[in-house]
């Protein structure tokens, strides 16, 4: 199989959420996310649970464009890694819902320390549709270069100041 670097590319913006939206046409999905690396590793090892999937995933880099690797996997190896994330874990909903032309959102409504935290992303399918995209008026204020809400840097530092 013939794969090129950027065939890994993951591109989003990143936004706060002071109010929801109807979410009448989203799906929930329940995550329970834990960190195998530490905050100041220079790259991300995470292992999450949404609903019944179990995903190891690997990233790099920081800011709108990262990249990014996913493995499934059995419930056995996943419950063989969960005990190294401990002090390191995460719980949200996520929400995930249609936009104007084809794009989809995925809101992360947090639970447990870092609630009342609301995160809403967007992918992209290159760093020039990103600028281009306007967000709706229940988008807050943009951080997606702001490492302060980072999942790995918000399981370990808390909500920034001022949430």
Do not use: C
């Not at 090129?4 to 995550?31: C, G, H, N, Q, T």
């Amino acid at each position: 199989m013939n794969t090129k670097s950027s065939d890994f590319l993951e591109i989003e913006r990143k936004f706060l959420v002071e109010e929801l939206p109807v979410l009448a046409d989203a799906i929930r999905v329940s995550i329970s996310q834990g960190y195998l690396t530490e905050t100041e590793d220079s790259v991300e090892l995470r292992l999450r649970r949404a609903d019944d999937a179990r995903i190891l995933t690997l990233k790099s880099g920081w800011g709108m464009t990262r990249k990014e690797r996913n493995v499934a996997l059995e419930p056995a190896q996943f419950d063989l890694l969960w005990p190294e994330t401990e002090g390191r874990r995460l719980q949200k909903d996520r929400w995930i819902g249609p936009l104007p032309g084809g794009l989809r959102f995925e809101l992360d409504i947090y639970h447990g320390a870092l609630a009342p935290l609301r995160v809403v992303e967007v992918e992209f399918a290159s760093e020039q549709e990103a600028r281009r995209f306007v967000p709706p008026a229940w988008f807050g204020a943009e951080v997606t270069d702001d490492a302060r809400y980072g999942n790995r840097v918000l399981v370990t530092a808390g909500l920034p100041e001022g949430e």
